[in-house]
């Protein structure tokens, strides 16, 4: 498939004196993720503090879930076939036109090999803007250390229990959320004073994905779907 590749802001979040701002290129479907930092004075934007990247395509931490036959879900990691369960080996060979792919071979490329893309001569979708997927519906979610003083003045029962917890993880780095058509949700580090800054540090692919067409994204003549593309919402649980 082929089509022009337009790039477009789809959503901002300033924390501070940062903004990140996420961005999708139709065409390609690729996405990107940069944080910006902000004059504290006029508000306008200085230079870009870095953009997200991801590590090799074997050595991503990309998590899914998978169902026993008893019901039981367990969390996997999204690498090896023999790791998932029947269905969602089925479900990945399925999506590609005519089954002609392995789900080793699908699985791989979902991660972010492209030894076999057609421009290396094999039959996958081009990805040469990157591997991230677009960014369209959500909004950057910026996580960081939990605030021990939150409940410090209300009657909850458990908010001492709450500050030790917080000041236990009082060191937490900073890490920013998005969703992204690629069919995962992607953790990057946030930290601007790292020198592994906007590097993804891990993603989840939610089973319902693969199940319903993720390998489909393979396809050279992929027609643009959402997979996972709703707001997030950050907790302390």
Request: proline residues 5%; charged residues 15%; glycine residues 8%.
């Amino acid at each position: 498939g082929s089509g022009s590749a337009l790039a477009a802001s789809s959503s901002q979040l300033q924390a501070g004196t940062t903004l990140f701002n996420a961005s999708y290129r139709s065409g390609d479907w690729s996405g990107s993720l940069a944080a910006w930092a902000l004059d504290p004075t006029t508000g306008e934007l200085t230079n870009r503090r870095w953009e997200a990247s991801v590590p090799s395509h074997t050595g991503r931490s990309i998590y899914t879930a998978k169902t026993a036959p008893n019901g039981s879900i367990t969390s996997v990691l999204f690498s090896q076939e023999s790791d998932l369960d029947a269905d969602m080996r089925s479900a990945l060979v399925n999506a590609f036109p005519g089954g002609t792919a392995s789900a080793q071979d699908l699985i791989d490329y979902l991660r972010g090999d492209q030894s076999k893309e057609v421009s290396a001569s094999g039959p996958f979708r081009n990805r040469a803007s990157g591997v991230l997927g677009d960014i369209v519906h959500t909004t950057p979610v910026l996580v960081g250390a939990p605030d021990a003083s939150r409940y410090r003045y209300t009657d909850w029962p458990e908010a001492d229990s709450y500050a030790s917890v917080a000041s236990t993880h009082s060191s937490r780095s900073d890490m920013v959320y998005v969703s992204a058509n690629d069919g995962m949700l992607h953790g990057f580090l946030a930290d601007n004073a790292s020198s592994n800054k906007g590097l993804e540090m891990f993603a989840y692919m939610p089973r319902a994905a693969i199940m319903n067409g993720l390998a489909n994204l393979a396809d050279p003549d992929y027609q643009h779907r959402y997979f996972v593309d709703g707001p997030l919402v950050a907790q302390d649980v």
